[in-house]
């Protein structure tokens, strides 16, 4: 079964973490969320619009090798806190130089900047481009796929978002059931 890991910072759009963790588990993919340690060490973790969620994990206790992909949230305090938080940073990195998939939406994709591991082709939320590399924003896209890199663009694109990435990790079949049995058909 492949397994997701979902880091979760105060500040994350909770709108974004719901549909990726849904839609992850609904297309068969094990998922784990994971807090902050550090200032907020605390399983419980409050989004950007007051909405708190449980965290399955701490990051520190997060093994690499035990997952096939690192999916990031937006949210700019979320983000924010990613790109700053050096377990956060290493853990992507990790990622990355294992050849796993790193995939980040909204804002985030901002965290995968700071880490060195976004890929020259990226979209994200209108503006979070002019902190990161304007010129290579795919701004006509929902999700952009460029090599193990998936971006997408905010809240309205997170069920297209976690479709695509159940499509990479599990298949065209588990995509299509779960596409079809949500509705979302406008992905």
Request: some cysteine; overall charge negative.
């Given at each position: 079964?492949?397994?997701?890991?979902?880091?979760?910072?105060?500040?994350f759009e909770?709108?974004?973490?719901?549909?990726?963790?849904?839609?992850?588990?609904?297309?068969?993919?094990?998922?784990?969320?994971?807090?902050?340690?550090?200032?907020?060490?605390?399983?419980?973790?409050?989004?950007?619009?007051?909405?708190?969620?449980?965290?399955?994990?701490?990051?520190?206790?997060?093994?690499?090798?035990?997952?096939?992909?690192?999916?990031?949230?937006?949210?700019?305090?979320?983000?924010?806190?990613?790109?700053?938080?050096?377990?956060?940073?290493?853990?992507?990195?990790?990622?990355?130089?294992?050849?796993?998939?790193?995939?980040?939406?909204?804002?985030?994709?901002?965290?995968?900047?700071?880490?060195?591991?976004?890929?020259p082709r990226?979209?994200?939320?209108?503006?979070?481009?002019?902190?990161?590399?304007?010129?290579?924003?795919?701004?006509?896209?929902?999700?952009?796929?460029?090599?193990?890199?998936?971006?997408?663009?905010?809240?309205?694109?997170?069920?297209?978002f976690g479709?695509?990435?159940?499509?990479?990790?599990?298949?065209?079949?588990?995509?299509?059931?779960?596409?079809?049995?949500?509705?979302?058909?406008?992905?």
């Amino acid at each position: 079964m492949a397994r997701a890991l979902v880091p979760l910072a105060e500040g994350f759009e909770e709108i974004e973490a719901t549909s990726i963790i849904d839609i992850l588990r609904r297309g068969g993919v094990e998922v784990h969320s994971a807090y902050l340690p550090g200032e907020f060490e605390n399983d419980l973790v409050t989004g950007a619009n007051g909405i708190t969620i449980q965290a399955n994990i701490s990051l520190k206790n997060v093994v690499v090798s035990e997952y096939d992909i690192v999916v990031l949230p937006g949210g700019w305090g979320g983000t924010n806190r990613l790109a700053e938080n050096p377990l956060a940073q290493s853990i992507i990195k990790s990622f990355a130089e294992q050849g796993k998939w790193v995939a980040a939406m909204c804002a985030a994709p901002y965290a995968l900047h700071v880490a060195g591991v976004l890929s020259p082709r990226y979209t994200c939320y209108p503006s979070v481009e002019e902190q990161i590399r304007p010129a290579d924003r795919i701004a006509d896209e929902k999700v952009v796929i460029d090599g193990k890199v998936i971006t997408s663009q905010g809240p309205g694109t997170a069920i297209c978002f976690g479709l695509e990435i159940v499509r990479q990790l599990v298949g065209q079949e588990s995509y299509e059931a779960v596409r079809n049995g949500t509705l979302s058909t406008f992905c």
